[in-house]
């Protein structure tokens, strides 16, 4: 799939690559997500109102810019964070934190993503924070959505892993069920989305995910998402679209960058 994005070579800037004499080095997909995260931290500017994300790519900037709080390297930072386990590193960490009913506009946000297509349209939502991080990245002057190059994929769905949309819990198989009708064409099965104790997976909101799974291309996104919505049941979805403004991959020919 790296590949297949890969070859759209006017999408991408190569910024570093390890020197052709060098013996190859393996790094690990954590490692990757590391270096796409402290890459997209040196955006981040003194005075800034950020946007902090959530799951394990995300996890690394917030570290960085926490680090760089402490050394001083950054000041009268502001963070907005997408669900309570960033709140939570944020305060650890010492970030100062409010709201966005307290800062409307954001100036950057900075969040990983479970696919990103070669137009820079996004999945996101496995970890289950989508609602929150699609208010707060879409009310930013600048999301840099940052992930190592397993995510990356020809279409939305492509990787065969879960679609997700958050549902209230009141008759929640009912919209299930519409969602998979919705997408009966694309081969689209709708499951319920349980947590580590095999218990219904209950997010921030006190709602549910449905998480789809797609066979095949949904089509026309925009259109896809708007029969999403009008979904009675339905709060909301994980197809990011239009919404990035960049997107910093890292991968085996080091880290590219794509802009909109």
């Not at 994005?5 to 190859?24: D, F, Q, T």
């Not at 921030?204 to 009675?232: E, H, M, T």
């Not at 197809?239 to 802009?259: H, P, Q, S, Y």
Request: include cysteine; charge should be neutral.
């Amino acid at each position: 799939m790296a590949i297949a994005w890969s070859e759209k070579a006017s999408y991408v800037e190569v910024l570093s690559r390890p020197p052709s004499l060098c013996p190859p080095v393996i790094l690990t997909q954590d490692e990757l997500k590391k270096i796409a995260a402290y890459k997209a931290v040196e955006f981040v500017e003194s005075g800034m109102v950020l946007g902090l994300g959530t799951g394990s790519t995300a996890k690394h900037a917030v570290d960085r810019i926490g680090e760089l709080l402490r050394l001083g390297k950054l000041k009268n930072i502001v963070g907005i964070p997408t669900s309570k386990k960033t709140q939570e590193q944020a305060v650890s960490l010492g970030i100062p934190l409010s709201d966005l009913d307290h800062h409307s506009t954001i100036d950057l946000a900075i969040d990983g993503a479970d696919e990103v297509d070669p137009h820079l349209n996004l999945v996101k939502g496995r970890g289950g924070s989508l609602l929150r991080e699609k208010m707060v990245e879409g009310t930013c002057k600048k999301f840099i959505c940052i992930v190592d190059e397993s995510k990356l994929v020809k279409h939305l769905g492509g990787s065969g892993l879960a679609m997700p949309v958050e549902v209230v819990p009141f008759c929640w198989k009912f919209t299930a069920n519409k969602l998979q009708n919705l997408f009966e064409d694309s081969g689209c099965v709708a499951k319920l989305r349980n947590d580590s104790k095999g218990k219904c997976f209950v997010t921030d909101n006190g709602n549910y995910i449905v998480d789809l799974y797609l066979k095949k291309d949904i089509g026309d996104l925009q259109v896809a998402s708007d029969a999403i919505l009008r979904i009675a049941g339905v709060v909301e979805h994980g197809m990011f679209l239009d919404m990035a403004t960049t997107v910093i991959v890292a991968g085996e020919l080091g880290i590219t960058i794509k802009n909109k």
